[in-house]
């Protein structure tokens, strides 16, 4: 029996405050030492985007959903400069990061609805029994839906949504870079 999974995308999408034009702080400070960029996912179900690193700068957004998949782009001090699947971009502290990798399905397809969040009826991935087109379907995973990254071998990644596991085209995922093998 074939299943359909939706998390409800707009709740995952950050919320937008009234944004104030300022320029953030281009200086680079003491960071991990981990590489950037890279794939992250916030710990909280409510993370400030701020439009620069520090707690004087003003929210951009607030991000609601835990375990979404961010990309770290700079790091200064115990900040780190981050981008959704829409492109917003702002800085957040590093102890609202996790290293945990997680990724949305299909976030473009999502995206294409008339307004923001919706999504398009036909919008989905197969998450298979294995890492093959051929495979037995186990699920249909919605656009926007986060799933919980096990492993990657370049081309397919083992993938969690809810009680279900299986195997996703990594080129669907928006948390895995293209080729990129994760163990």
Not at 75 to 94: K, N, S, Y
Not at 137 to 158: D, T
């Amino acid at each position: 029996m074939l299943r359909t999974l939706a998390l409800g995308f707009a709740a995952t999408v950050a919320t937008s405050l009234a944004a104030q034009e300022t320029t953030p702080a281009t200086a680079e400070g003491a960071g991990s030492g981990l590489e950037v960029p890279r794939y992250v996912s916030l710990k909280s179900d409510r993370v400030n985007l701020r439009q620069g690193p520090g707690t004087e700068y003003p929210i951009a957004w607030v991000f609601r959903r835990a375990g979404l998949p961010v990309e770290v782009l700079k790091e200064f001090d115990v900040w780190r400069q981050v981008r959704d699947a829409e492109g917003t971009t702002g800085w957040v502290l590093a102890s609202l990061l996790s290293g945990r990798r997680t990724a949305l399905i299909l976030p473009w397809e999502a995206q294409s609805g008339e307004k923001r969040g919706a999504v398009r009826e036909e919008a989905s991935a197969t998450l298979r029994d294995d890492d093959s087109e051929r495979s037995r379907p186990v699920a249909q995973v919605e656009a926007g839906v986060v799933a919980s990254i096990i492993s990657c071998n370049g081309r397919w990644c083992r993938v969690s949504v809810g009680a279900f596991r299986g195997y996703i085209e990594q080129s669907k995922l928006w948390g895995a870079y293209p080729g990129e093998v994760i163990k």
